[in-house]
């Protein structure tokens, strides 16, 4: 089922409002039921979130359609002639009111992130050696450049989220896929990049990128999301490159609180099986969990998430699985299945990539789920997240991408010495970072 949030094609289904409504969707009778805890991530409650993102469509002359995917929704941005916006599609999950304003919001993310919107005067050109003399100095990204090169690369200067630190220039291509594209050749000329990413371009990923409502919110996701993906690249390379599934921590599902075992018995539901939680919480403190099960006892499916709120990083897994699942019924397996060919070289790398944890699981560490007192607040979940990761001497940088007229924000985030070996699971044949080489010879955990 398809509509149009200013109009347009499809009825909405029974018990869900047309999206050209007031409020987003209702709740449906089998998804847990309560309002939404943000768990203080959030700046506005979920009717003043859809209400800023409908007015930023406005603002963008965007018209979203969206889909019900049973279990997830998806938005697709759209200019007035129906012609698609360049990457504006965008996926939402949890509860159905929660999900439809996250699609939203992830499609206007992934829009404002496209290279074609990319402003040439937020762009620096630098020589590679610049970027290995500093803070980039052991990353494998950009060590895989060609240090020789004369051809400078353009990069994003970012501002340290410390206060104290220096600005570090990041190249571009490390968030912005879409910079190495074909289409994309006449903008790198035009900025005077005429470097060859060919060694590296298999690094670049969207991680660190997110959007909000404010600034605030949007850094906080963002930072969170880099802290997911680093406990995520470990936990890959502990189990396939290192000790195995013995280095893993499986979360008794009866120690969950009522809440999570209900979101928890919606997944089981969702995939017809069980369902894992995995705690990959490392050194960094900031509770990280994966929840792992195979969709129809057929291919493995993920859900990740990380917060200073273990209940929300839980939820945050479990409603990213469902997301999966949903997108693979309704899309067929295919869709959500990664493109491995470039691994087959590399059996280590190819296990990895297709992260089935289910064989390692009997080897798995029985745990059971903590809950953490968290922030009220936007501004003070970046706090904690920034002390958490200063505190392991890793230094967090911010550029804003976009910001509208109506303060919606999208910013892009990284974390130096942090890993992206998550990127495997693309089918990008990456290889870990230090701190990942050093996991395999002792466990990054708090």
């Known amino acids: 089922m398809s509509t149009d949030v200013h109009g347009g094609s499809g009825r909405p289904a029974a018990g869900r409002p047309d999206p050209a409504g007031d409020r987003p969707a209702a709740p449906h009778p089998r ?110 990204a950009v060590l895989a450049l060609d240090p020789g090169a004369r051809a400078p690369l353009a990069c994003r200067t970012h501002t340290a989220l410390d206060g104290r630190s220096p600005d570090v220039d990041v190249p571009v291509f490390l968030s912005c896929p879409s910079y190495l594209g074909a289409d994309a050749a006449p903008l790198r000329a035009a900025l005077g990049d005429t470097h060859d990413y060919a060694p590296a371009a298999r690094y670049s990923t969207n991680s660190g990128t997110a959007i909000g409502s404010t600034r605030t919110e949007a850094l906080v996701h963002a930072l969170a999301e880099v802290v997911e993906r680093d406990a995520y690249s470990l936990l890959l390379a502990a189990v396939f490159l290192g000790p195995g599934g013995r280095a893993a921590r499986l979360v008794r599902p009866e120690s969950l609180p009522d809440d999570l075992a209900r979101w928890h018995d919606l997944a089981r539901r969702r995939v017809h099986g069980p369902v894992h939680l995995l705690d990959m919480t490392t050194d960094l403190g900031v509770p990280a ?121 999208t910013v892009s985030v990284v974390v130096p010495g942090l890993e992206r070996f998550f990127a495997v699971t693309g089918g990008a044949p990456v290889v870990p970072g230090p701190r990942a080489r050093a996991h395999l010879s002792g466990p990054v955990v708090p």
């Open 31 to 140: 998804d847990p039921q309560g309002p939404p805890d943000h768990g203080g991530e959030r700046a506005f409650d979920l009717t003043e979130a859809w209400h800023r993102a409908r007015r930023t469509l406005r603002h963008l002359g965007y018209r979203p359609r969206l889909t019900d995917l049973g279990g997830a929704w998806r938005c697709r941005l759209l200019h007035a002639d129906q012609t698609p916006v360049p990457a504006g599609l965008g996926a939402g999950k949890g509860d159905p009111a929660a999900a439809r304003v996250g699609a939203v919001f992830e499609a206007l993310e992934h829009a404002s992130t496209h290279a074609g919107v990319l402003r040439p005067d937020h762009v620096v050109l630098r020589p590679v050696r610049a970027l290995t003399a500093g803070a980039w100095g052991t990353d494998p």
């Open 289 to 409: 969990f994966s929840a792992h099960a195979r969709c129809g006892g057929g291919a493995p499916v993920q859900g990740q998430g990380a917060s200073l709120s273990a209940r929300l990083a839980v939820r945050r897994a479990l409603t990213e699985l469902v997301q999966c699942a949903a997108m693979a019924d309704h899309d067929g397996a295919d869709a959500v299945t990664p493109d491995l060919r470039a691994l087959r070289p590399y059996p280590a790398l190819l296990a990895a990539g297709r992260a089935d944890l289910g064989p390692h699981l009997a080897a798995a560490r029985p745990v059971d789920f903590h809950d953490t007192a968290a922030p009220a607040t936007p501004g003070g979940h970046l706090r904690g997240l920034v002390a958490a990761v200063a505190a392991r001497g890793h230094t967090p940088y911010a550029a804003d991408v976009r910001t509208t007229a109506t303060g919606v924000c």
